[in-house]
């Protein structure tokens, strides 16, 4: 009979076990197949094992963002949702969806554009140093790509994985161009959970070390 009625952390567990013993061989270092690990646990996906694209400093570059308690921008509440306020609230950290934000909802009717690309351009004034995490749409990738190529925005990590099959890939190649340190994935596949559970695995890198 199946033993079903296990503890979270034994369930977890017993997936990492799982995960490392049947993903593909591959070269990552430690800390970034964390990362990883934690990407393909959230979606059952080994595609992600050669798909993610992670920038040399990325990791280092976002523990230090949570070590500080700096501040995770996210285009979604549901990747609100799905971050871990537990461990970030330990480094005095905060994640904010500024999407239904009175402001931004002006912002995108006076600009004519979207919520997102308006929630961009809200988060700018306290961006530097802190994290950006897409999990939905292209247009704020795309959008904040255009503010860091501008020199408008310098965040220590862009976690871009939005979803989808107009733009969602475009978006994500473009950020490969970009400056900034990143992670992301190419190709359509992504989402708000996907992009969660990136800043989870840091947070548990950041609590360990």
Known sequence: MTDWNLPPDEIERRSFQIIDAEAPAHQWP????????????????????????????????????????????????????????????????????????????????????????????????????????VGNAPTALFRLIEHIQAGRAQPALVVGLPVGFVNAAESKEALLECSVPYITAVGRKGGSAVAASVINALADLATAS
């Open 30 to 133: 430690p800390d970034v197949w964390s990362v990883i690990r934690r990407m393909i646990h959230t979606t059952a996906d080994f595609e992600y094992v050669s798909s993610v694209r992670v920038h040399p400093g990325a990791v280092a570059s976002g523990l230090e963002a949570i070590r500080r308690g700096r501040v995770i921008f996210t285009d979604t509440r549901m990747a609100q949702s799905g971050m871990s306020r537990r461990r970030l609230e330990r480094f005095g950290g905060r994640v904010e969806c500024l999407i239904d934000a009175p402001e931004t909802i002006t912002r995108a009717r006076e600009g004519n554009t979207t919520r997102s690309v308006a929630a961009v351009d809200l988060a700018l004034d306290r961006l530097a140093d802190g994290i950006y995490v």
